[in-house]
C-alpha cells in the first residue's frame, strides 16, 4: 500500500505562485508514474501533469509555460510548481502513483486562486 501526502496547497492571488508537494511512503516515486490531477467544483478530475519513470513530463495545454513537476528521488516526493496563476487554477489537486496494475490517490489540497 503507496501512502501519498499532498501539501502546500493554499489562497493566493492572480499572478502568484505555490509549490505543492507529494510526499510518498511505501513506494518509491522513481519507479512510478507520478501525477498531479485537479478537481474544481462539479467537473470531474483531470490530469495537469505527469512524470513518468524515465523523467519524461507532459502537460495539459492550459499550464504549460507556467507548471513544472519535478521528482526528488531521495525525498521520495514529487512537486508541482505553479507560477502564473490564475483563477481558473483554483481546484483540489490530487497526487497520483501509478505502477503497474497498481493506482494509488492523495487525500488532496485546496488551491484558490483569487483575481
Known amino acids: 500500500q503507496v501512502h501519498l501526502m499532498e501539501s502546500g496547497g493554499g489562497l493566493v492571488q492572480a499572478g502568484g505562485s505555490l509549490r505543492l508537494a507529494c510526499a510518498a511512503s511505501?513506494?518509491?516515486?522513481?519507479?512510478?508514474?507520478m501525477g498531479w490531477y485537479r478537481q474544481a467544483p462539479g467537473k470531474q478530475r483531470d490530469l495537469v501533469a505527469r512524470?513518468?519513470?524515465?523523467?519524461?513530463?507532459n502537460y495539459v495545454d492550459s499550464v504549460k509555460g507556467r507548471f513544472t513537476i519535478s521528482r526528488d528521488r531521495a525525498e521520495n516526493t514529487v512537486y508541482l510548481q505553479m507560477n502564473s496563476l490564475k483563477p481558473e487554477d483554483t481546484a483540489v489537486y490530487y497526487c497520483?502513483?501509478?505502477?503497474?496494475?497498481?493506482?494509488?490517490w492523495g487525500q488532496g489540497t485546496q488551491v484558490t486562486v483569487s483575481s
Open positions: 497520483s502513483y501509478v505502477f503497474g496494475q497498481y493506482n494509488f
Open positions: 511505501g513506494g518509491s516515486v522513481s519507479v512510478a508514474t
Open positions: 512524470i513518468t519513470r524515465d523523467s519524461n513530463t
